[in-house]
């Protein structure tokens, strides 16, 4: 299968920054899509980020202008860089990533994947 391994996040005062990592390994063939996500207790995850191996990128609305996504595809690596945050922006973080890797059975099969990250914290202080 493919893993992934978040780091960053943690605690920061409001109108500072944070960067987030995650790197994915594993048999990987392609990885079209890496995202961060979030969530909230009681709340649904909701997409913060996106980027495709591409480079195009989605951004929730409610951190355009002071989020970036960006990936470094030789690494299988997306980073989430989070500034002028808001206390409304506390809630953990997930890694997302979709794409196709190897399977070995008896053969080695082109499968499809879609791998979250354990989550990391960031929690933005008034």
């Known amino acids: 299968q493919v893993q992934l391994v978040e780091s960053g996040g943690g605690l920061v005062q409001a109108g500072g920054s944070v960067r987030l990592s995650c790197a994915a390994s594993?048999?990987?063939?392609?990885?079209?899509?890496m995202g961060w996500y979030r969530q909230d207790p009681g709340k649904q995850r909701e997409m913060v980020a996106s980027v495709t191996s591409g480079g195009g990128t989605k951004y929730a609305d409610s951190v355009k202008g002071r989020f970036a996504i960006s990936r470094d595809n030789a690494q299988n690596t997306v980073y989430l860089q989070m500034n002028s945050l808001k206390p409304e922006d506390t809630a953990v973080y997930f890694c997302n990533a979709k794409g196709t890797f190897w399977r070995t059975s008896l053969v080695k099969i082109l499968t499809p994947f879609d791998s979250w990250g354990q989550g990391t914290q960031v929690t933005v202080s008034s």
């Open positions: 594993g048999s990987i063939f392609s990885i079209n899509e």
